[in-house]
């Protein structure tokens, strides 16, 4: 009866023990998912002698538990033998699977308990210093798989030994949440694997293309980062060698030094910090030593003293290349500049790291994939500065390549060239149209009894391949493409050639931008047509230039002398309206037809639109600005008419203009722009413009008896000062007539007009005739200083010709100044006024009005 009454009690006293020891365990409701640490409490007990064993730990009092319900604790480096505790009740009305969590793979042994209401204990031994399996799960993580039934509860116990960071994010899962979360965690893990993975292929084939050490050494950096976050996340023992523990430890040691050496030699490289500041490269170089050193340390050392290692190289090496960017950046070096940018979010990543394993910073999910992301954001910048590394590199050859062609070019002496550049083209060096008229009306008046064909042909596709590949490959394309027409014709029977002053041959001519001429005996061109007809078929060919291949896509175009002309200008003009129609044909090649030319008829209805628009004030004029180089002040502006057509919209004055003359149409349309531009000047002096006003005029005007009282009837009209009107002629139309183009100039200047040459340079002017003309102002065409930037021989010539027109009295203005290294170098050459876009572009009345305000 004692006995059994002794029984009874010690029985309740073994309930009450349980009851109570259960309750004193933090406890975890399972009726939702947990996906954060945060919402986990536990208790951990810090065994510093490992004297505990787990019978002894769970009747240790609560008084020697922690606390805490932020789901993670941190000690850094300890050696301690660390016990967590905690209580999972099924609050589910099912049976639940669920996984218990230690989100760290670097843990020596981890032991986990589970006590059931039953008194059954289940254990599981793992970590990453035993094989990976046997496992419940095929995880990286310290996984706890169990089982509970509806309304049960589980004591769960852990012990945490390892020589590295102890670091413990606890987490409780129900199974399908846990299976869903980390198939999109092993998402992001091997995303990040495979963006770096095609960032090392890309520049390991640069570095087999180049033969650029940087682009190695960046690859073999990006390595590093690889090699590191598959071992540190414990990929490596459960993918490749999960019998061999200490393997994936020794690869983790050893991918640290290789990572801090690799870039440390490509911060090195990238910076070029040898050759702008020297302390930098020394502790640069002292770092690279270092890590070769660090790198036998992981192999020879024991496991805590290499991480201790390792751990301060990194800092160092951390505290150096974060300061290389900024000191980088302040020598001007625009790696720097990229560098920096690229380093701060590594930084950010290695110092929350670093904060996360020494205890510091609670882990979250930052600080758990800081180091990833930093290290990903810091390649894709630093890909981006190589891309724009080698895209500098590209273009510095590509300068340097036409720079020696241009320095090959610069043959002619100065007084030499100042005369050819007249009768040359300056990209291609090829004899202009005003070279190939007289060669040709030369040879037409010599041989009137025989047959000649003039050819043009036009490059269809200019538009397109300047907005592809830019101006300068255009001009190079140009340069390969007459120097080959202008060998390949030169061997050609019946081509009539002119001699360059140095001796060079000149087969082929350049008409305009885009369109070459060429002059051929048709007697010997029809015996050998069918050599002609295999070269033509050649020019259709693409050429390959920069490794791509071009299209030109030539329209040639023919007229036959005697039969379609008797003068240069007529025939190259009817070659032309042949080239228009020769798309039509087979090989692209048309000869002139009467019936093909459409312009006498439409030339004639588009004069007969522009007398009507005159009448009606349709035109307008647009203005561009003139500015005084010595105090960079507005002097002038330049009226240009413009013209909107109802049907045809608008219409180039390069394309109205030369009707108009040819015409009589002239004369109105000269009227029409002085008496809008004098108009237009009375409400620009009353908004306070004080400048001069310039107004083309044609060298058809200067035969008119009444210009000169037509334009003073006009300035009475609206109050306008004489002295202040530019008219411009261009120094061709001063040419055409004369004496008496040189008696209607000194009426006009009789007024108190002021007469500026245009286009100075574009013609084939005599100085002797150009000095004797009243003008006060002469204005060099835009070919001149096409290519002054980059050609010293240019340069000489704009020189000289500024220097003859300061000697015969005139000021100078230079047109079309795009960029301002040319504004520079047209001021150092002492050159008095400018105008193009880069100052302005033509603008409205009310536009450049608000212009003039504005400065």
Same mark, same amino acid.
């Given at each position: 009866?004692?006995?059994?009454?002794?029984?009874?009690?010690?029985?309740?006293?073994?309930?009450?023990?349980?009851?109570?020891?259960?309750?004193?365990?933090?406890?975890?409701?399972?009726?939702?998912?947990?996906?954060?640490?945060?919402?986990?409490?536990?208790?951990?007990?810090?065994?510093?002698?490992?004297?505990?064993?787990?019978?002894?730990?769970?009747?240790?009092?609560?008084?020697?538990?922690?606390?805490?319900?932020?789901?993670?604790?941190?000690?850094?480096?300890?050696?301690?033998?660390?016990?967590?505790?905690?209580?999972?009740?099924?609050?589910?009305?099912?049976?639940?699977?669920?996984?218990?969590?230690?989100?760290?793979?670097?843990?020596?042994?981890?032991?986990?308990?589970?006590?059931?209401?039953?008194?059954?204990?289940?254990?599981?031994?793992?970590?990453?210093?035993?094989?990976?399996?046997?496992?419940?799960?095929?995880?990286?993580?310290?996984?706890?798989?169990?089982?509970?039934?509806?309304?049960?509860?589980?004591?769960?116990?852990?012990?945490?030994?390892?020589?590295?960071?102890?670091?413990?994010?606890?987490?409780?899962?129900?199974?399908?949440?846990?299976?869903?979360?980390?198939?999109?965690?092993?998402?992001?893990?091997?995303?990040?694997?495979?963006?770096?993975?095609?960032?090392?292929?890309?520049?390991?084939? /640069?570095?087999?293309?180049?033969?650029?050490?940087?682009?190695?050494?960046?690859?073999?950096?990006?390595?590093?980062?690889?090699?590191?976050?598959?071992?540190?996340?414990?990929?490596?023992?459960?993918?490749?060698?999960?019998?061999?523990?200490?393997?994936?430890?020794?690869?983790?040691?050893?991918?640290?030094?290789?990572?801090?050496?690799?870039?440390?030699?490509?911060?090195?490289?990238?910076?070029?910090?040898?050759?702008?500041?020297?302390?930098?490269?020394?502790?640069?170089?002292?770092? /690279?030593?270092?890590?070769?050193?660090?790198?036998?340390?992981?192999?020879?050392?024991?496991?805590?003293?290499?991480?201790?290692?390792?751990?301060?190289?990194?800092?160092?090496?951390?505290?150096?290349?974060?300061?290389?960017?900024?000191?980088?950046?302040?020598?001007?070096?625009?790696?720097?500049?990229?560098?920096?940018?690229?380093?701060?979010?590594?930084?950010?990543?290695?110092?929350?790291?670093?904060?996360?394993?020494?205890?510091?910073?609670?882990?979250?999910?930052?600080?758990?994939?800081?180091?990833?992301?930093?290290?990903?954001?810091?390649?894709?910048?630093?890909?981006?500065?190589?891309?724009?590394?080698?895209?500098?590199?590209?273009?510095?050859?590509?300068?340097?390549?036409?720079?020696?062609?241009?320095?090959?070019?610069?043959?002619?002496?100065?007084?030499?060239?100042?005369?050819?550049?007249?009768?040359?083209?300056?990209?291609?060096?090829?004899?202009?149209?005003?070279?190939?008229?007289?060669?040709?009306?030369?040879?037409?008046?010599?041989?009137?009894?025989?047959?000649?064909?003039?050819?043009?042909?036009?490059?269809?596709?200019?538009?397109?391949?300047?907005?592809?590949?830019?101006?300068?490959?255009?001009?190079?394309?140009?340069?390969?493409?007459?120097?080959?027409?202008?060998?390949?014709?030169?061997?050609?029977?019946?081509?009539?050639?002119?001699?360059?002053?140095?001796?060079?041959?000149?087969?082929?001519?350049?008409?305009?931008?885009?369109?070459?001429?060429?002059?051929?005996?048709?007697?010997?061109?029809?015996?050998?047509?069918?050599?002609?007809?295999?070269?033509?078929?050649?020019?259709?060919?693409?050429?390959?230039?920069?490794?791509?291949?071009?299209?030109?896509?030539?329209?040639?175009?023919?007229?036959?002398?005697?039969?379609?002309?008797?003068?240069?200008?007529?025939?190259?003009?009817?070659?032309?309206?042949?080239?228009?129609?020769?798309?039509?044909?087979?090989?692209?090649?048309?000869?002139?037809?009467?019936?093909?030319?459409?312009?006498?008829?439409?030339?004639?209805?588009?004069?007969?639109?522009?007398?009507?628009?005159?009448?009606?004030?349709?035109?307008?004029?647009?203005?561009?600005?003139?500015?005084?180089?010595?105090?960079?002040?507005?002097?002038?502006?330049?009226?240009?008419?413009?013209?909107?057509?109802?049907?045809?919209?608008?219409?180039?004055?390069?394309?109205?203009?030369?009707?108009?003359?040819?015409?009589?149409?002239?004369?109105?349309?000269?009227?029409?722009?002085?008496?809008?531009?004098?108009?237009?000047?009375?409400?620009?002096?009353?908004?306070?413009?004080?400048?001069?006003?310039?107004?083309?005029?044609?060298?058809?005007?200067?035969?008119?008896?009444?210009?000169?009282?037509? /334009?003073?009837?006009?300035?009475?009209?609206?109050?306008?000062?004489?002295?202040?009107?530019?008219?411009?002629?261009?120094?061709?139309?001063?040419?055409?007539?004369?004496?008496?183009?040189?008696?209607?100039?000194?009426?006009?200047?009789?007024?108190?007009?002021?007469?500026?040459?245009?286009?100075?340079?574009?013609?084939?002017?005599?100085?002797?005739?150009?000095?004797?003309?009243?003008?006060?102002?002469?204005?060099?065409?835009?070919?001149?200083?096409?290519?002054?930037?980059?050609?010293?021989?240019?340069?000489?010539?704009?020189?000289?010709?500024?220097?003859?027109?300061?000697?015969?009295?005139?000021?100078?203005?230079?047109?079309?100044?795009?960029?301002?290294?040319?504004?520079?170098?047209?001021?150092?050459?002492?050159?008095?006024?400018?105008?193009?876009?880069?100052?302005?572009?033509?603008?409205?009345?009310?536009?450049?009005?608000?212009?003039?305000?504005?400065?």
């Amino acid at each position: 009866m004692k006995l059994s009454v002794l029984t009874w009690l010690l029985a309740i006293f073994t309930l009450l023990y349980a009851s109570a020891s259960s309750a004193s365990l933090p406890v975890n409701s399972l009726n939702k998912t947990i996906f954060s640490d945060a919402n986990i409490k536990f208790e951990y007990f810090e065994d510093a002698n490992k004297g505990h064993s787990f019978e002894s730990i769970i009747k240790l009092p609560n008084v020697h538990w922690t606390k805490t319900e932020e789901g993670n604790v941190s000690l850094g480096f300890s050696h301690s033998q660390l016990w967590l505790r905690l209580n999972i009740n099924n609050a589910e009305m099912k049976t639940t699977n669920i996984v218990f969590e230690i989100a760290y793979p670097l843990l020596d042994d981890v032991t986990f308990y589970a006590i059931k209401q039953n008194g059954s204990v289940r254990s599981l031994d793992i970590g990453d210093s035993k094989p990976f399996y046997p496992r419940d799960i095929e995880h990286p993580n310290m996984l706890f798989r169990l089982q509970l039934q509806a309304g049960e509860s589980v004591d769960l116990y852990a012990r945490v030994q390892t020589k590295g960071s102890m670091i413990l994010p606890v987490r409780i899962w129900q199974e399908n949440d846990f299976f869903e979360f980390a198939a999109k965690e092993q998402k992001f893990h091997f995303f990040y694997y495979g963006a770096l993975s095609v960032i090392i292929l890309i520049n390991l084939a /640069i570095f087999f293309t180049l033969r650029e050490k940087l682009y190695l050494y960046y690859s073999l950096a990006t390595t590093g980062y690889i090699l590191f976050f598959f071992t540190f996340r414990g990929y490596g023992q459960q993918l490749f060698f999960p019998d061999s523990p200490a393997l994936n430890s020794q690869l983790l040691l050893s991918s640290m030094p290789f990572l801090a050496l690799f870039s440390l030699l490509f911060a090195r490289e990238f910076l070029q910090t040898k050759q702008h500041s020297r302390v930098l490269d020394m502790a640069i170089r002292g770092m /690279i030593y270092f890590e070769y050193f660090n790198m036998v340390a992981a192999v020879v050392l024991d496991y805590n003293t290499a991480v201790r290692i390792s751990a301060i190289s990194a800092l160092v090496l951390f505290i150096v290349l974060f300061f290389a960017g900024p000191i980088s950046w302040w020598a001007k070096r625009r790696a720097g500049v990229f560098f920096t940018i690229a380093w701060i979010p590594l930084t950010v990543g290695f110092a929350a790291t670093a904060g996360r394993s020494s205890g510091i910073l609670q882990n979250n999910f930052f600080t758990e994939y800081a180091m990833q992301l930093g290290s990903g954001l810091e390649a894709l910048i630093l890909t981006l500065a190589l891309a724009d590394r080698l895209y500098r590199e590209r273009e510095e050859k590509i300068i340097a390549q036409a720079a020696n062609i241009q320095k090959e070019q610069q043959r002619l002496a100065i007084q030499s060239q100042l005369s050819e550049a007249m009768m040359r083209d300056p990209i291609t060096n090829l004899a202009n149209r005003n070279r190939f008229e007289l060669l040709a009306n030369k040879i037409f008046s010599k041989h009137k009894d025989q047959h000649f064909v003039i050819f043009v042909a036009r490059v269809t596709r200019i538009n397109e391949i300047t907005r592809t590949l830019g101006i300068s490959s255009v001009e190079r394309i140009f340069r390969t493409i007459s120097e080959r027409l202008n060998l390949s014709l030169s061997r050609m029977p019946g081509v009539i050639t002119t001699q360059r002053s140095q001796g060079a041959t000149d087969a082929i001519f350049q008409l305009t931008g885009d369109t070459f001429g060429v002059l051929i005996r048709q007697s010997i061109f029809a015996k050998n047509r069918e050599q002609y007809h295999s070269f033509t078929k050649k020019l259709s060919l693409p050429i390959e230039m920069d490794l791509l291949s071009i299209e030109l896509e030539p329209l040639i175009g023919g007229a036959l002398y005697p039969e379609h002309g008797l003068d240069a200008a007529q025939l190259i003009r009817n070659a032309l309206v042949a080239m228009e129609s020769s798309h039509k044909s087979t090989d692209h090649i048309r000869y002139y037809d009467n019936a093909l030319d459409i312009y006498n008829e439409s030339r004639l209805t588009l004069m007969s639109d522009l007398r009507e628009a005159l009448k009606n004030d349709e035109p307008t004029l647009h203005y561009q600005p003139k500015l005084n180089l010595k105090d960079n002040t507005i002097v002038g502006l330049e009226a240009l008419i413009r013209w909107h057509h109802p049907k045809q919209g608008f219409v180039s004055p390069a394309d109205f203009v030369p009707l108009a003359e040819q015409t009589g149409v002239i004369k109105k349309l000269t009227l029409w722009v002085i008496e809008r531009a004098a108009k237009d000047l009375v409400w620009l002096r009353s908004i306070g413009y004080s400048g001069n006003m310039s107004i083309n005029i044609s060298a058809k005007d200067l035969l008119s008896n009444r210009l000169k009282d037509q /334009i003073e009837v006009i300035f009475e009209k609206y109050q306008v000062d004489p002295s202040k009107i530019f008219l411009e002629l261009t120094e061709t139309a001063a040419m055409d007539e004369p004496e008496a183009g040189l008696i209607a100039l000194n009426q006009l200047t009789s007024l108190g007009l002021k007469i500026s040459i245009d286009d100075f340079g574009a013609g084939y002017s005599s100085l002797s005739y150009l000095k004797q003309l009243p003008a006060s102002e002469i204005k060099l065409d835009r070919s001149l200083i096409l290519d002054i930037t980059n050609s010293e021989s240019s340069r000489i010539i704009v020189k000289a010709s500024i220097d003859m027109a300061h000697g015969l009295g005139y000021k100078v203005v230079t047109e079309g100044v795009e960029d301002t290294e040319t504004y520079q170098l047209m001021k150092e050459l002492k050159c008095d006024e400018l105008q193009g876009f880069w100052l302005c572009k033509p603008k409205s009345l009310q536009d450049i009005g608000d212009w003039l305000l504005s400065r």
